[in-house]
């Protein structure tokens, strides 16, 4: 097993950046995947029934088939949860998406079988290109493999791919590939006395 952990801190790090006005922002937008019609049902049926406590899970699942998304069998996804666009998500058999999770999916999230994303984990496809004056976007799919557990409160960054039968812990952030049987910890805090 391979044990992958980040730490916070350590040096100072110089940033150049462009001046921006985000007032000025006329950047591309991104490939929503549908039209105007599907974007506005979509969010307003997920917001008055799909991430409501009284909706069935059989009935979310449902849902997301509606609306384009490939649901595997046998898939348990708890209320709280969003998800941006369905149409851009790929969930395999057996797996559970815990209460309160956000799928910022601007681009494409495939998650596989046998996953279990915990409460309150952030998967986020999209970003900006921080260098760009009119701060255009820089979206990136996320994979995460078979077998997976990310874990409450964690964060998956676009562009990742984590690999088979990993763990990400509790509160981590994952912002580059993870190989699979790895073990992710959050960054371990330091005690010390005065």
């Given at each position: 097993?391979?044990?992958?952990?980040?730490?916070?801190?350590?040096?100072?790090?110089?940033?150049?950046?462009?001046?921006?006005?985000?007032?000025?922002?006329?950047g591309?937008?991104?490939?929503?995947?549908?039209?105007?019609?599907?974007?506005?049902?979509w969010?307003?049926?997920?917001?008055?029934v799909?991430?409501?406590?009284?909706?069935?899970?059989?009935?979310?699942?449902?849902?997301?088939?509606?609306?384009?998304?490939q649901?595997g069998?046998?898939?348990?996804i708890?209320?709280?949860v969003?998800?941006?666009w369905p149409?851009?998500?790929?969930?395999g058999?057996?797996?559970?998406?815990?209460?309160g999770?956000e799928?910022?999916n601007l681009?494409q999230?495939?998650?596989?079988?046998?996953?279990?994303?915990s409460?309150?984990v952030?998967?986020?496809?999209?970003?900006?290109?921080?260098?760009s004056?009119?701060?255009e976007?820089?979206?990136?799919?996320?994979?995460?493999?078979?077998?997976?557990?990310v874990?409450?409160?964690?964060t998956?960054l676009?562009g990742?791919?984590i690999?088979?039968?990993?763990?990400?812990?509790?509160?981590?952030?994952?912002?580059r590939?993870i190989p699979?049987?790895?073990l992710?910890?959050?960054?371990?805090?330091?005690?010390s006395?005065?």
């Open positions: 097993m391979i044990i992958v952990r980040f730490f916070a801190g350590g040096g100072n790090v110089s940033i150049t950046q462009p001046d921006r006005s985000l007032a000025a922002r006329r591309r937008s991104y490939d929503k995947g549908r039209g105007l019609g599907a974007q506005i049902l969010v307003a049926m997920s917001t008055l799909f991430t409501q406590v009284w909706c069935p899970n059989r009935l979310r699942c449902a849902m997301l088939r509606w609306f384009g998304a649901i069998d046998n898939v348990l708890r209320h709280r969003t998800v941006q149409w851009k998500l790929s969930i058999n057996n797996s559970w998406i815990g209460t999770s799928l910022l681009d999230i495939v998650i596989g079988s046998d996953v279990c994303i409460q309150h952030f998967l986020c496809t999209g970003s900006h290109d921080r260098t004056p009119t701060f976007f820089d979206n990136a799919p996320i994979t995460i493999e078979d077998g997976v557990w874990c409450a409160r964690s998956v676009r990742v791919r690999g088979a039968n990993s763990v990400v812990g509790a509160t981590s952030l994952v912002h590939d699979p049987d790895s992710v910890q959050a960054a371990l805090p330091v005690v006395r005065m």
